[in-house]
């Protein structure tokens, strides 16, 4: 089993800033893409930033320039660094990451989410 853990979600002023973290933990081969995504009510969830396991990111337009994504291999956990935060902000973000576990000593890699974490942005 492979578990993703969110931490960190909160409200903040506009403008303001929080860090979201995610730790991987389980029976973990390798971890190869990690990313953050969001989700409001009756919208579809939507990519945030992604990294993939040699450090490639990629970001919402939305959020360019604002937010940074980061990873600790050692630690198999990914952060979001979200700055000069907006009311538009304001979502459930997930933790997503494709993990690989061996099945009858093969790698098989699946998708794996966590349970959402809380920010909210307003005065």
């Known amino acids: 089993q492979v578990q993703l853990v969110e931490s960190g979600g909160d409200w903040v002023q506009p403008g303001g800033s929080l860090r979201l973290s995610c730790a991987a933990s389980g029976n973990i081969f390798r971890i190869n893409a990690m990313g953050w995504y969001r989700q409001t009510p009756g919208k579809q969830r939507e990519l945030v930033a992604r990294?993939?396991?040699?450090?490639?990111?990629n970001y919402a337009d939305s959020v360019k320039g604002r937010f940074t994504i980061s990873r600790d291999h050692a630690k198999n956990m990914v952060y979001l660094q979200m700055s000069s935060l907006k009311p538009e902000d304001t979502a459930v973000y997930y933790c997503?990451?494709?993990?690989?576990?061996?099945?009858?000593?093969?790698?098989?890699?699946?998708?794996?989410w966590g349970q959402g974490t809380q920010v909210t942005v307003s005065s």
């Open positions: 997503n990451a494709a993990i690989s576990t061996k099945v009858a000593g093969w790698p098989l890699e699946s998708d794996y």
């Open positions: 990294i993939s396991s040699g450090e490639r990111t």
